[in-house]
């Protein structure tokens, strides 16, 4: 079964560029979830998507980061403008459900570098 | 505030050497707990899930166990391939969402 695929794997932006990230979930799976990971840190959720909607996303940073899961499969997660502090891992999860203990299945995430 | 607290933030050990991690959390009421590896340039990788107080999962040469308050992961022998970050999560009975602490990183040196 293949597993969460992101791309790109590595990007390196200048502050106040746009960047955008696209991430395709497991097969069937209904839920998606975007999380940031600062180095040294552990991931924190951003947005997560049942299907098309949105379920949770108060901890976007709806000023710069937006979001969109179309036809409610693949996503994509755009920054503009990026700041410093956007350096990160942004790494994307599925999950069959959106569930209480669903197990989260995550890719391999995308290093944006903000210079 | 949901907090989840891991310690140590490194461990190194020599190859066979046994030893725990541990991760404490503060939730108002716990659903489940996740444990999860990551390796360098990686995402992390599903290990274990724990919902009440007592239980016990085994997976290899790892260990996991839960208390009202906190979790260990106990790694038995361990090779050098076991070393990685391993993360625990927390989700509330209120939200999805999981709760990561920063993470425990493991050195198996041989």
């Known amino acids: 079964e293949a597993g969460v695929a992101q791309s790109p794997r590595y990007k390196i932006i200048e502050k106040r560029q746009s960047v955008a990230f696209w991430c395709n979930p497991i097969?069937?799976?209904?839920?998606l979830y975007w999380y940031q990971q600062i180095l040294g840190q552990g991931p924190k959720l951003l947005i997560q998507?049942?299907?098309?909607?949105?379920?949770?996303d108060s901890q976007l940073p709806k000023d710069r980061f937006s979001a969109e899961r179309l036809k409610g499969v693949d996503s994509t997660l755009k920054i503009q403008p990026a700041k410093l502090e956007d350096s990160a891992v942004y790494l994307c999860?599925?999950?069959?459900?959106?569930?209480?203990?669903?197990?989260?299945?995550f890719g391999p995430g995308t290093r944006l570098l903000v210079l | 505030e949901d907090q989840v607290t891991q310690s140590p933030e490194a461990l190194r050990l020599q190859e066979g050497e046994s030893s725990s991690l541990n991760c404490s959390y503060t939730?108002?009421?716990?659903?489940?707990l996740f444990w999860y590896r990551q390796d360098p340039g990686k995402g992390p990788e599903f290990l274990f899930t724990?919902?009440?107080a007592g239980e016990e999962k085994e997976k290899e040469r790892l260990k996991a166990t839960l208390t009202k308050k906190e979790s260990f992961l106990h790694i038995t022998a361990p090779k050098p391939e076991d070393s990685a970050t391993y993360l625990c999560?927390?989700?509330?009975?209120?939200?999805?969402?999981?709760?990561f602490g920063a993470g425990t990183t493991v050195t198996v040196r041989a």
């Open positions: 999860a599925s999950s069959l459900e959106t569930g209480f203990a669903e197990t989260q299945y």
């Open positions: 097969s069937g799976h209904a839920t």
């Open positions: 998507f049942q299907n098309n909607g949105v379920v949770d």
């Open positions: 939730v108002s009421g716990l659903r489940g």
């Open positions: 724990l919902y009440s």
């Open positions: 999560a927390v989700q509330t009975l209120n939200d999805y969402k999981l709760s």
